[in-house]
């Protein structure tokens, strides 16, 4: 389990590179770039049939084709909906209780358990985000931007469904996510077609920036995303998920698009500290007796 934990935590980590790269990117509007992108992902998923043993497997159900299409593109139309009809902090703000859902919804998971630690921990991690995203600056809610509020709440349901559904349906292997990352690049470049105006990647830079959107946050990770999951500690990984805007902030430090500030550090601080809390049964041992239900 600590394997598949660390490799889904490092579809986390990946995503921290997607504010940097989305901003290298240049112009590019949301549903190209997706389609874009996912077609990248998807070369990576043949790559990786190719290399790799082929996992045994049985027919996939066709709810699987569902829940993994629905899910990739489902929480990318959502997401860029409601960055179309609300203001971006709020609606990310909103966006970002995805990881408190999987957390809280993972009790409802065969084998296993909800403690109070799980939730206190992705609460913290929330209200890091919540310093994160407005910078330690107010919030507010207009009912003129409802579409987009509600577009966001769906957006967050939509991913922690996908997340914690896929953990239900852990046999099936995680090549298939190739096969929903082409779908989600063709059911993108649809919406483009329909919604926005061609402007493609204006350099070699903005290309090698969607060549590796593609390959990382929104390539390999989902792939390591659908790995950890399904076999490694949801309640760990969605309370750690609340890492990936702290790591997304400090690479944009690192890079010099950034500020480092107090109001980070104290980010930092919750987040972390989140992160252990929820991981506490995890990180130090069970009692004995309970190796088969807290986790």
Known sequence: MLRATLVGFSAVAMWALLALLTDASGAVPPFLLSALTFSVGTVVGL??????PAAKAGPVPPVVWLIGIGGLFGYHFL????????????????????????????????????????????????????????????????????????????????????????????????????????ATALLSLVCHLLLEETVMPASPLQWVAVAGLGVMPVGAAFYAWDYGVKHGNIQVLGAASYASPLLSTLVLILTGFAEPSLTLLLACVLITGGAILAAKSFLFGRRAGTAGTDS
């Open 47 to 52: 790559a990786a049939r190719a290399v790799l």
């Open 79 to 182: 997401y860029f909906t409601a960055l179309r009809n609300a203001p971006a902090v709020e609606a990310s703000l909103i966006a970002y209780l995805w990881p408190l859902f999987i957390v809280i919804g993972s009790a409802l998971m065969p084998g296993e358990r909800l403690r109070w630690y799980h939730v206190a921990g992705a609460a913290l991690g929330l209200l890091g985000t919540v310093l994160i995203v407005t910078r330690g600056g107010g919030i507010s809610f207009d009912g003129r931007y409802a579409l987009g509020y509600l577009a966001a709440f769906a957006c967050a349901f939509v991913w922690s469904a996908y997340s914690l559904l896929s953990r239900r349906y852990s046999a099936v292997p995680t090549s298939m996510v190739t096969w929903f990352c082409a």
